[in-house]
């Protein structure tokens, strides 16, 4: 185990009218870290639920709780409660997700050992909402290792279908301060992607291939909150290929420069369009939706996405409804073999 005489980690959770069981289970898994220097920050978005009266009941010399002056955006809270921490390295923790005991350590222990690492992250699993012990999929799936900043750039625009870093991920505090302008309110909800592109613009990137993290898959049909984000989620994402293509220190990094980025943005674009077909085919969104979802992508992604044509004919066509309970069950077919695949049974 570590020294206490090492340096402080903040595990930063913003929180907001969560489900009391899922963030009892959060803030639990961070004053159960066994790294011994630890802080952690809950910041209180001024929570009208039983959440509040629960945090008056903890007493833990490591937890400080938190408040803005006022309600704020949810990306604006992140960095207000980021700016309360006083940590060398800080680690956001979404108030319905979860990380394993040895989440802190494992990832210090890296970081303090290279310190040109700006940012460190680990595998994650996601959980069911109900039962965070069964795994979904796991998310990255990748060897452990050191990459530069153009070694990892480069290969997160190639990872298929997607990348994630938080929960668990940790960034160093110096190199934070030069990307928490990223949470000034541009970028809506999906900040995560354009802290990790940024945040190579600040040193080496460190991947553990190991479940340090669980991430919690729910959505506003399943009860949470703010869940409908379809389209700022959109329009996010081609904000942060934005950021990318802004940069001449990232573009640099990459072999073939500007052309990575723009068949990364036609992958996602892709992605997208089968997004709203599946949601068109389970009814979480409405044809409205999808439309509006077609044309946020060819704004903000790629213009004429693989697809979208054919989308778009579809909708418009009364058959879809007759059909859909036949594509719905194909869909559940395909879940769950990709599950098993993502798995590794």
């Known amino acids: 185990m570590l020294s206490p005489s090492q340096p402080l980690f903040s595990i930063v959770i913003p929180l907001y009218n969560q489900q009391l069981p899922f963030f009892q289970q959060a803030l639990e898994s961070a004053l159960n870290q066994t790294y011994p220097h630890i802080e952690v920050i809950v910041s209180d978005n001024h929570s009208t639920n039983d959440v509040p009266a629960f945090l008056t009941t903890i007493q833990d010399p490591r937890l400080r709780v938190v408040k803005p002056p006022e309600f704020l955006p949810m990306v604006r809270h992140f960095q207000f409660a980021a700016d309360q921490a006083t940590g060398d390295y800080i680690s956001f ?5 979860w990380i394993y005991p040895t989440a802190i350590e494992t990832l210090a222990d ?30 990255n799936r990748k060897k452990s290792g050191v990459r530069s900043a ?31 302008y990223l949470l000034d309110g541009a970028i809506t909800y999906a900040f995560d992607v354009a802290l990790l592109f940024k945040l190579h613009e600040h040193g080496d990137v460190i991947y553990i291939d190991k479940p340090l993290a669980k991430f ?65 085919i389970t009814g979480t969104i409405d044809a409205q939706t999808c439309r509006e979802g077609i044309k946020t992508i060819d704004k903000h992604i790629s213009p004429n996405p693989t697809g979208s044509t054919a989308l778009a004919a579809l909708i418009a066509k009364p058959q879809i409804y007759v059909v859909k309970p036949a594509l719905n069950l194909l869909y559940r077919l395909y879940l769950s073999i990709q599950y098993r695949t993502k798995r590794g049974i």
């Open 93 to 97: 923790l979404c108030s319905d997700d």
């Open 150 to 180: 153009a070694e990892s750039l480069t290969e997160l625009l190639h990872s298929r279908p997607f990348f994630a870093w938080i929960p668990g991920g940790i960034m160093k505090r110096s190199a934070y301060e030069q990307v928490r």
């Open 216 to 280: 919690r898959v729910w959505t506003a049909k399943d009860g949470k909150l703010g869940g409908a984000r379809l389209l700022e989620n959109i329009g996010d994402l081609g904000k942060s290929c934005q950021l990318l293509e802004e940069s001449p220190r990232l573009i640099n990094y990459l072999p073939n420069g500007v052309q990575d980025i723009t068949e990364w943005r036609a992958y996602q674009a892709k992605r997208w369009i089968m997004a709203l077909l599946v949601g068109i």
């Open 110 to 139: 890296q970081l303090l050992a290279n310190p040109k690492a700006a940012v460190a992250y680990c595998e994650i699993e996601n959980v069911d909402h109900k039962d965070i012990t069964k795994v979904r999929l796991y998310t």
